[in-house]
Every structure is written in structure tokens, then in C-alpha cells.
């Protein structure tokens, strides 16, 4: 799905609003702004910067450069972050970023943009590859979720219920039609997988999510052992909550094909790493296999093994 001017100035009949949920960012946005403002042939016309009470110059750093705005958000979820950036903006696109994603060229936008030239396109991703410092896992959990390519295209097929794989989507880096977020919003009550939630109820309506992957943005992180399981913990918690059928048979089968391939490509590649690599994916099974169970956990247990524990915080009172 190669771009092209035609369709980048299909896709921009309107504003283009770039969405960002920061929280202390402050080294993070010179390199980032500067990568935005010089994509070509045309930067984005806005930047939205939902901020966390960041407690170090984040928003002074924003509202130093030109045609940004900085909201401020009370009770930070990762749907309710992206609908509150999304309702503010003025562009008829949204393109969502992670603070810490950083456009490797100055085609990302211009190549993210360009599958919207077909109307039933509803949403369009990016590819993903690792910083210099990533590791093992990591480069490989990249290149099997986002490979060089072809472009796919991701769409409703048959009446079966809709699964992970069939849907999967990020707003790591990721471009959407405002009115279909207004129409079909992130789930604010959800831990994280979001994006898994708004690309499963964006295909359910009929529409298209396709993977680009001449876009791409550079994003990723090193996990401790600890991170890890709760990553893993809450992942899984959100995925039952947004797919009913994701139990524990339906995790063991995708972890099977997961495994199986990247222990090749830890053994091939990176042999010295194996035995780390062994405690990695018992921190991840321990996270796999307590999410199952996150509902039913004690809230405090909950919010002890979770990664994102203000979750589980009480909600504060009405008033």
C-alpha cells in the first residue's frame, strides 16, 4: 500500500490533530516536536498534549512551540486520556502518539495517512521497531506483531465473535477518523488494551483497520522481571474483560505459537541471553495466568500485582 499525493490530500481534506498523554516528558518532546513539525509535505496542523500533572517543564516545553495546546487531565486512564484529546482537537483525523514513540523519518505521517483514501478505512496504524537499547524479547515482540510488511487490512469476515488476533490494533502510533471516536470511544474503564477494544468495535461496525508499514515510528521499552508480570497481569485482566471467549485455553494456544518462534530466535541470535530469558517468560506466564483471575482477586492483591495500580484505586466520592 505504497502512498501517494493523491491520497495523502484525499486524506487531508481536513485538519490533521496530533494526540499525545504525557506525563513528565520533558526530555522527551524537543526530539519529538522537531521530528513533527518536519514531516513533508506538511506537518500536522495541531498538537494536543494530555497532560498527568507532570511535575517536572513539560508544559512549559509544549507551549513553547507554535499550534500546541496542553489540557490537563484529573483521573488519568489510557481511553480517557485519547477521548478527552479527541474531543478537543479540531481535525477531522487524529493521530494518536505515545510520548516515548518517536517518527523515524519525515514520510510517517504522510505514509500513515494515506489508506484513508478509502472511505471504509476507519483507523490506520503503525509499524513499530526497537530503540538501540531494546532487548532480545523485545526486538522480537516488534517484527512478529509489526513486520516490515505487506500492509494488512483488517476487516469484519463471517458472523464468528470477533478475537484478539483478529482485531489487533495500536495507538502507540496510530491515525482514526474524529467522528468514529465520538461515535465508537475508547473504553474509559479499561486498565489498557483500549486500542484492542476500539478496533474490535470499529470492525464489528463494518469498517477497516489496516497496519502500515511503510509508517514507522521508533518504540520500545526493557522490561524488568517484575515489570513484566504486571504488564503481562493487566494485559491479560483487560483482554478477558474485552473478549469473553480469552480464557485460559485460548492464552496458552497464542503463547504456544509465540514461544515456539521466538525461542528460536533466542537460541539462533542471542544464546548468552537464554537463561534470562527463561526467568522473563516465567515473570510473564505468573502475569498470563493471574489475570485470568484479576476480577476475582482481592482488590488490594489487584493492585499489588498490577502495573497501572491507580485502577484499583476507590473512586472518589460524587461532588
Not at 493523491?6 to 524537543?30: F, K, M, Y
Amino acid at each position: 500500500m505504497t502512498a501517494t499525493m493523491s491520497s495523502l490530500q484525499t486524506a487531508r481534506q481536513g485538519r490533521v490533530s496530533v494526540v499525545i498523554p504525557v506525563l513528565n516528558a520533558e526530555q522527551l518532546l524537543p526530539d519529538l516536536f522537531a521530528s513533527l513539525f518536519s514531516q513533508k509535505p506538511a506537518p500536522p496542523d495541531e498538537i494536543i498534549l494530555v497532560d498527568s500533572h507532570s511535575t517536572d517543564n513539560t508544559v512549559a516545553v509544549a507551549e513553547s512551540f507554535a499550534n500546541t495546546r496542553v489540557i490537563p487531565i484529573e483521573k488519568f486512564s489510557h481511553g480517557r486520556a485519547r477521548n478527552m484529546g479527541a474531543r478537543a482537537a479540531m481535525g477531522d483525523i487524529i493521530v494518536l502518539l505515545t510520548q516515548d514513540a518517536l517518527p523515524r523519518d519525515d514520510k510517517w505521517l504522510f505514509n500513515l495517512l494515506a489508506p484513508f483514501a478509502d472511505e471504509r478505512v476507519g483507523a490506520v496504524y503503525s509499524r513499530q521497531v526497537p530503540k538501540e537499547d531494546a532487548p532480545p524479547t523485545e526486538r522480537f515482540f516488534l517484527n512478529y506483531h509489526f513486520p516490515a510488511g505487506p500492509a494488512v487490512r483488517r476487516e469484519q469476515k463471517g458472523c464468528a465473535p470477533l478475537a484478539f488476533e483478529d482485531v489487533f490494533f495500536s495507538n502507540v502510533s496510530a491515525a482514526i477518523r474524529k467522528s468514529l471516536i465520538l461515535k465508537h470511544p475508547f473504553d474509559e474503564t479499561l486498565i489498557m488494551s483500549e486500542d484492542q477494544q476500539f478496533a474490535r468495535d470499529l470492525i464489528s461496525a463494518g469498517l477497516a483497520v489496516v497496519y502500515q508499514p511503510e509508517s514507522v515510528v521508533i518504540h520500545s521499552h526493557c522490561y524488568s522481571l517484575a515489570t513484566a508480570f504486571r504488564r503481562y497481569f493487566d494485559s491479560v485482566y483487560s483482554l478477558t474483560l474485552i473478549f469473553p471467549a480469552q480464557d485460559l485455553r485460548v492464552s496458552a494456544a497464542m503463547g504456544r505459537r509465540y514461544l515456539r518462534r521466538e525461542m528460536v530466535y533466542i537460541l539462533r541470535r542471542y544464546p548468552l541471553y537464554f537463561p534470562y530469558y527463561c526467568l522473563y517468560n516465567l515473570a510473564k506466564a505468573a502475569g498470563v495466568f493471574t489475570g485470568h483471575f484479576g476480577a476475582r482477586l482481592p482488590r488490594r492483591v489487584a493492585r499489588a500485582f498490577s502495573l497501572h495500580r491507580y485502577h484499583w484505586d476507590p473512586a472518589p466520592p460524587d461532588g
